[in-house]
T-cell receptor, first 113, second 115 residues
Framework: DQQVKQNSPSLSVQEGRISILNCDYT??????FLWYKKYPAEGPTFLIS?????DKNEDGRFTVFLNKSAKHLSLHIVPSQPGDSAVYFC????????????FGKGTKLSVIP | KAGVTQTPRYLIKTRGQQVTLSCSPI?????VSWYQQTPGQGLQFLFE???????NKGNFPGRFSGRQFSNSRSEMNVSTLELGDSALYLC??????????????FGPGTRLTVL
C-alpha cells in the first residue's frame, strides 16, 4: 500500500519554462511534506517543505502548493534550468518530532537546453 | 560544516554473509535515520535513532538492526544477506526539536551488492 504516490516517473521541460511535479498521498495523518532532489551517486538533497497549516511555501525558484482536501501537493520550478535535471522525491511525515519519512518513488525531471 | 558521511561507499557480499554499515551525522545532529533505496520500492524507512535509542522502526525483518553511539554515530547491520538486500542504503541526520519538524540531511549512501 503506497501512501505517497508520484504518478509520473518522468517529465521533460524546456529550459526557462515551468516544471510542475505532482504528488498524492492517502494517509490523512501526514501533516508535514518535503521535496528532495537526487543526483546519481549522491544522497537526496532537501529542497523545500510545507506544513499542513499552510497551502503555499516559496523559496526562490521553488514553490510548493498543498491541497489538503485533495491530498495533493505539487512542486513548481520557475524558470527551469538544465542543472535542475534530477530525480525529485516527495516525502511526508506524520507528526512533530517524527523523523520517519514516507517517500514517493520519484519523478525524473529532464530540463532540455 | 561537514555533511553526513557514510562508509564504505561500495560493498560486495555473498548470500548468507553479514554486513555492517557506518554513518557519521552532521556535527550537532542527534537523530540518525536509515533508509533503503531499491529501483522497485523506492526509498523505504528502516529505523531512526536518537540518544542511542531506537525511536521508530520500519517494516523490515529482524535481520536488519542498528545502533547509535554516544557521539551520535550510527551503524546498521544486516545478517544472513539475501539477494534482495542489494540496494543503496542511505543515512540521514537531523537536529532534534520535539515540537517541530526538521528536515533530514542525507549522506551519499552505501551501495551494497549481494551475489
Amino acid at each position: 500500500d503506497q501512501q505517497v504516490k508520484q504518478n509520473s516517473p518522468s517529465l521533460s521541460v524546456q529550459e526557462g519554462r515551468i516544471s510542475i511535479l505532482n504528488c498524492d498521498y492517502t494517509n490523512s495523518m501526514f501533516d508535514y511534506f518535503l521535496w528532495y532532489k537526487k543526483y546519481p551517486a549522491e544522497g537526496p538533497t532537501f529542497l523545500i517543505s510545507i506544513s499542513s497549516i499552510k497551502d503555499k511555501n516559496e523559496d526562490g525558484r521553488f514553490t510548493v502548493f498543498l491541497n489538503k482536501s485533495a491530498k495533493h501537493l505539487s512542486l513548481h520550478i520557475v524558470p527551469s534550468q538544465p542543472g535542475d535535471s534530477a530525480v525529485y522525491f516527495c516525502a511526508a511525515s506524520g507528526r512533530a518530532g517524527s523523523y520517519q519519512l514516507t517517500f514517493g518513488k520519484g519523478t525524473k525531471l529532464s530540463v532540455i537546453p | 560544516k561537514a555533511g553526513v558521511t557514510q562508509t564504505p561507499r561500495y560493498l560486495i557480499k555473498t548470500r548468507g554473509q553479514q554486513v555492517t554499515l557506518s554513518c557519521s551525522p552532521i556535527s550537532g545532529h542527534r537523530s540518525v535515520s536509515w533508509y533503503q533505496q531499491t529501483p522497485g520500492q523506492g526509498l523505504q524507512f528502516l529505523f531512526e535513532y536518537f540518544s542511542e535509542t531506537q525511536r521508530n522502526k520500519g517494516n523490515f525483518p529482524g535481520r536488519f538492526s542498528g545502533r547509535q553511539f554516544s557521539n551520535s554515530r550510527s551503524e546498521m547491520n544486516v545478517s544472513t544477506l539475501e539477494l534482495g538486500d542489494s540496494a543503496l542504503y542511505l543515512c540521514a541526520s537531523s537536529l532534534v526539536a520535539l515540537s517541530s519538524y526538521n528536515e533530514q540531511f542525507f549522506g551519499p549512501g552505501t551501495r551494497l551488492t549481494v551475489l
